[in-house]
Structures are given as C-alpha cells and as structure tokens.
C-alpha cells in the first residue's frame, strides 16, 4: 500500500491526521520519511502543520524501532514499586539505554509514563502484551516468547 | 458431555498477570476431560491481587479462586466439578471485606456481567437511568444532575450541572460530548476499568448527556495506552447501534445519538479538555486560552460538554434513582461517590469505591493493608502527578473535596500512590519537574522552561552546592510557575514539590523547624 492509499481515508474524519498518522506507523513501524509531504497533500496542509503535529506527539517516531518495543513505565507507582531498580536492571540485562534502539534493529527499550496497571507494579508493555508485576526476568521471557512468535 | 461455566477477567490488569494465557490453559485442560467449558470474560472487581481471579456460580453465589495460574488449572477444575475446596479459593467473592463495604454506585456491574452483552447489561439495571431521561425534558435532566451535586471526576471537581445547563443553553446548529478517557494520571485505572468491564454504561451516560444538552454526536477520546478498553468500547458500540441504542432513533424516542472512538497518541497534556479538543481535531494538543470555555466553544467552536469517564458512569444512577438519593452519599459539597485507586506499593490494591468523606488512613491502612513488602509506609501522593505528597501525619483527613484542598492537596481523580519507607522525596520531586518537562506543550514559559530550571535546582539542592540560596530559589520558581503558568500542568507542577519540601524537609537537607511549630 502506497502512504497516500493509506492516508486517504481519513479525511474529512474528525482528527483524521492523527488516525492516519497511526495508520501509517501501524503499516511501517515508524512514520517514514515521505510521510510529512504526503499527508500535508492529502490533507491539505503545509508541512510546517503535519510536522508540528508528529513533533507533538511521543507515539509517532520518525525510525525505524526495533522488531520488538519494550516500554517501561516511569510513573509514580511503579517507582513506588522498585520501577527505578528495573530500568537499571532491563539497561543492563538488553545492553541498551532507556529511549534507544539496539544496532541489530531488534530491540527498542523506551518509557512509558502510566500503563494504569498501578496497583500491581511495576508493569511493562512488550509488543503488545501487558507485564504487570514485572521484573527484569519476567519481562526477558517475555521478550524470548515474542520473537519465537514472530519466528514461526 | 458436563457443561461448566467460568468467569475471568478480560481487564488488562488481569491480562497482565496471566489471564489470557490461562484462560487458553482452561480451554485446554477441559478438552482433554471432555468438558464443554464455557469462560465468560468479565471487567475486573478491583481486587486485583487476587487477579487472574476465576469465579464459578453456586448456589447463587460467585466463588473465587485467586491468583490463578496456569499450573493450577488441572486442580482447579477438579475443586470446581467437586466440593469446591482449594489452597486458592477465597470463598464468596462479594462477601470479601474489600469488596462488601464498598457501595458500587457506577462499578455495581463490573466483574459480573458479561461486558459485551446489552442483555446482560439490562438484566443488571443498566438504560434504566436513560429511560426515565427519554421521558423527561431536556431542563429537568440538566436539574437531577444539578441537583446530585456531582462534581467532575477528572480532577477539578467542578460542578457538572453548571456546564449542563451552560451547554444547553447554547444556541448553535451542532453541540458535542467528549469524554475524556485521557486517564494519564499516574495511580489511575478508574476510567479504564469501567470502559473495559462495563463500557454500556459510559454510553448510557453518554446519550443521557446528548440527550440533555442537545448534542447528536458523542466522542471518547481514548489515550493509545489502553488497547483493551479500545477493542471492547469499539465493539459495545457497534452492538449498541445494532440494538436500537445509539443511533438515529434512540430506543425509539425520535432523538439521534451516535458515539465514535478516538485514540490519542501519547501525550499527557491532553488530558488537558483544551488541549484535548485540539487534537481530536488532529492538531498538536497545545491548550488553548479560556474563555471562550468549551462549553460554549469547544470541539470545531461548537458548544461541547467535556466530562471525565467516571462523571459521565455517575449520571445513570441520578436519573435512575433521582439527584436526593445520590446526594445522600458522601459528605457536604463532595457528594456521591469515588472509585477510589489504591496503588503503589500496596498489599491490597486495586479499586475501591465509596462514598466521599472516608479517612485517609482507611484507605492506606485498613483497606490497602499497608505496604505489599511489609515495610512501613512513609508518603502517599494523592491525585496524579500534579497531587500533593502526604505523610502518615496526615492520616486523619478525610477524603473529601474540601478537606483535601484545606491541606494544600487535591482528591484528582482518586488515585493514591502508596510508599514505603525508602521512598526519597527529594527524587520524587525532582521527576515531579522531568515529567513536567517531558509533558509541556510548550506555550508558556514559567511551564516550558521553568520545569527544566527547576529540575536543575534539584540537583543542585541535592548536591548541597548553595544549598540555602537554591531551596530559596526553588521557592520563588514555585511561586512564578504557579503565577505564570496557562494551565495546571504548570500551574500544579509545584504541588508535589512544595508538598513534598513541606512534610519531608529532611529529604531536602532542610531542618524540620517549621515542623515542630505545627
Ligand atoms: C495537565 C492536565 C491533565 C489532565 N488530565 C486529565 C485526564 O487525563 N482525564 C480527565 O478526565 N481530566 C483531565 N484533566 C482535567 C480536564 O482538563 C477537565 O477538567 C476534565 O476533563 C473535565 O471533566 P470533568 O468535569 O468530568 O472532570 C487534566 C487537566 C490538566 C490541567
Ligand atoms: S502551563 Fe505548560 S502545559 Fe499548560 S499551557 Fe502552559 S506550557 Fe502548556
Ligand atoms: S504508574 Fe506505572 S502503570 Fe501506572
């Protein structure tokens, strides 16, 4: 599917950048480069207001991210709950730092502020599977059983 | 072939702690004993360290079995075709502590029924309230809710009726409800668990409202964070539409009413209702100045009545059992009542919901039992990032909108953060300012920069480099962004970090002085 085929349908939609926005990282992974010019002509903006829009946002990334996205919640109840100590422990554990992607592209660790899972954390989002009580061998398992999934 | 029904919770908390996966480990145990095994999956009664909890019906009651995990599946299924006996039965489910001296105004059905059926939904009392809505005109609706005395829940606590009448009252060719299922505080589930375990009653509050104040069209704007709530709002309203419920002729009352989800894209800010209807309009949720309120221009400048989940879920119930019996519940100008969230580090966590006017220390102690390590709990952060940082010395306040504003704090949107005694407050006030950097939109300056200012000032309070002149400097930073700030995003940030100088002084190398002159 072309970027413009993908976008097209939501004009007219209330909020439709946005959901198309989505659409196209749902497609991708990421918002590829063209993504900027094609939606400011389908919808009729400048790319001034489209890249105001994806700037705006922490879902949207302009690169790709790793096969699997690891997010962590930094909010208050999971700090409550050692979600400091996991970070350390999840840097250490995939060899990455918070926010970045591993070189071999599999991998990405970022935060996330608040998965309402606050009464039992600390809690992860691998993929798209929820971790609650998480620790840093739970969330590894985790990880393993993702990309088997994906390998099969 | 023996016919067996379970009930697990489709609820992302229990989601996250197994329950899909047991629930396949179910299917699979009763296959192999040939057991036509039908699993109903549920919302979450809010306990949610007994989760994944699995409940069978006898003798008219729910047993629960809890934590449940995948190794337990073959004793499990022996207890429940047998005497019903298991290390990890807890017995009747509605007569757990926790749950009976609740009063479930808004949650009474989640956990029960089956949230995905309308029949279900009305065999438990839900569109009773609409009914009688259907039935009344459109001032008497906007005066039962006036008259409840219901506040809004998303954390301002103001009064709904006003915006009611106010959006009624608007003359104008298209009017709108957004709900705000935001829901980015920190601690908060509230609104997520309602949407995931009863989501008809968020459309019934929804049309109630539409019905009221004129508004044909109604939009959830959902953060992108909860996938499952997404997936079950979705799928309610299109069995909502099928049903006669939403649609051009409301359960045949000649009015129109239709309801679409919106997924935001991770910004915290847009919890803010301005900068929410910016981006539900697709643009960068930057807020916008009031006035114009968004009362009267809101959503593409047209009338828009803005209200949390949990406010829009408390109005059934008004209409239903009318705006005195709901007035009854709680205490002075808080009236009704609060899905509280107990959360953190907390033995019993999960939802609670009461009546206003409960004690703090209810809430953290009795009801939550303290800490989940055993250690003794030394704050609680009441109301979101933006919420005061308490000490146990404080305990005693009730949990009502005006007692906790009289101590420096707010009840938000109910959710409590419980710490133990390793807590440092002075981290705890430094993230205070790094959320706030992470999370600006960046029109304002005492917000954009001075969070970023003040994140410096921490670190160098913490490093004791001109300690008495930086713990000065943080005080007039405070001052400025609560002066200077458009919205409360700034204008709150200093909440948690006053809140937190004030009843943690040590934390902060400041002598506890003012302390004992309290
Ligand atoms: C920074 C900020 C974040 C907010 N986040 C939320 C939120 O996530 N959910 C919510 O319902 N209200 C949130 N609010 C409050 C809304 O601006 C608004 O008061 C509310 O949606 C009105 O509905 P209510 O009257 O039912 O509470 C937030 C406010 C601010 C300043
Ligand atoms: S206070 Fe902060 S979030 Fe609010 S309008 Fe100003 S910059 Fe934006
Ligand atoms: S604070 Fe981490 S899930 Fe809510």
């Not at chain 2, 909860?226 to 079950?232: E, F």
């Not at chain 2, 800490?371 to 009502?400: C, H, K």
Request: aromatic fraction near 6%.
């Amino acid at each position: 599917m072309t970027l413009a085929s993908i976008i097209e349908p939501y004009v007219g939609k209330t909020g439709g950048l946005i959901s198309a926005l989505h659409a196209v990282q749902k497609e991708h992974g990421f918002l590829p480069e063209d993504t900027e010019a094609v939606a400011a002509d389908v919808f009729n903006l400048t790319r001034a207001e489209v890249k105001g829009v994806i700037s705006f946002y922490h879902d949207f990334k302009r690169a790709p991210q790793g096969e699997t996205v690891v997010r962590v919640c930094a909010a208050e109840a999971c700090q409550a709950t050692g979600g400091r100590a996991l970070v350390a422990a999840l840097e250490k554990k995939f060899a990455l730092k918070m926010g970045d992607t591993s070189a071999s592209k599999d991998l990405t660790l970022e935060p996330v502020y608040c998965l309402g899972l606050c009464s039992c954390a600390p809690s992860a989002m691998v993929g798209d599977r929820l971790v609650a009580r998480a620790n840093a061998d739970k969330i590894g398992a985790v990880v393993e059983k993702t990309k088997k999934e994906r390998a099969s | 072939m023996t016919a067996l029904t379970l009930y697990l919770p489709l609820d992302s908390a229990a989601v996250a702690l197994g329950a899909d996966e047991l629930a396949d480990a179910l299917v699979r145990e009763a296959d192999k004993r040939k057991l036509d095994l039908k699993i109903v999956r549920t919302g979450s009664r809010g306990m949610h360290w007994l989760e994944p909890l699995v409940e069978v019906e006898k003798d008219g009651k729910r047993i629960g079995y809890g934590p449940v995990d995948e190794g337990d599946t073959a004793s499990l299924l022996d207890a429940v075709m047998g005497d019903g006996k298991h290390e990890k039965s807890v017995g009747a489910v509605e007569e757990i502590p926790f749950f009976k001296n609740q009063t479930r105004l808004i949650f009474g059905r989640c956990g029960v029924i089956d949230p995905l059926s309308v029949e279900d939904y009305e065999k438990h009392g839900g569109n009773a309230g609409l009914d009688k809505a259907l039935k009344m005109d459109s001032a008497a609706i906007c005066e039962e809710v006036f008259e409840s005395g219901l506040r809004g829940r998303g954390g301002a606590g103001f009064p709904a009726g006003i915006k009611w009448r106010t959006v009624a009252g608007a003359e104008a060719d298209q009017k709108y409800i957004v709900v705000n299922a935001d829901e980015g505080d920190s601690g908060t589930f509230a609104d997520r668990m309602i949407m995931e375990g009863d989501p008809f009653i968020l459309i019934e509050g929804m049309t109630i409202a539409g019905v009221a104040v004129g508004a044909t069209e109604g939009y959830i704007y959902l953060r992108s964070e909860y996938p499952v709530a997404a997936r079950v709002l979705n799928d309610a309203i299109a069995d909502a539409r099928k049903a006669g419920l939403l649609g051009e002729n409301v359960r045949g009352s000649g009015k129109a009413f239709d309801i679409e989800v919106f997924i935001g894209a991770g910004a915290y800010i847009c919890g803010e209702e301005t900068s929410l209807l910016n981006s539900l309009e697709g643009k960068r949720g930057e807020v916008r100045s009031k006035p114009p309120l968004p009362a009267l221009e809101g959503l593409f400048g047209k009338p828009t009545l803005v209200h949390n989940v949990i406010s829009l879920c408390s109005v059934p119930a008004i209409l239903e059992k009318g705006a005195k019996f709901y007035r009854d519940y709680g205490m002075g100008k808080s009236t009704g009542t609060m899905p509280f969230q107990i959360a953190g580090n907390v033995k019993h966590g999960g939802l609670y919901e009461t009546a206003f006017g409960l004690k703090l220390r209810e809430l953290v102690e009795d009801i939550g039992g303290g800490t989940l390590n055993g250690r003794p709990v030394r704050a609680v952060q009441i109301g979101g990032p933006l919420g005061a940082y308490l000490s146990p010395r404080l305990f005693d306040l009730e949990m009502d909108y005006e007692t906790m504003a009289a101590n420096g704090a707010g009840v938000g949107h109910g959710g409590i953060v419980i710490y133990d005694d390793s807590v440092n407050l002075l981290e705890q006030a430094r993230y205070a300012f790094e959320f706030c950097v992470e999370e600006s939109c960046g029109k304002c300056t005492p917000c954009r920069v001075g969070s970023v200012r003040g994140v410096e000032i921490m670190d160098r309070i913490k490093e004791g480099v001109e300690h008495g002149k930086n713990v000065d400097v943080l005080e007039d930073l405070c001052e400025l962004m609560v002066d200077g700030s458009l919205c409360a995003m700034g204008g709150m940030t200093p909440i948690p970090v006053q809140s937190a100088v004030k009843h943690f002084p040590e934390d902060f190398g400041i002598k506890p002085a003012k302390q004992a002159a309290e």
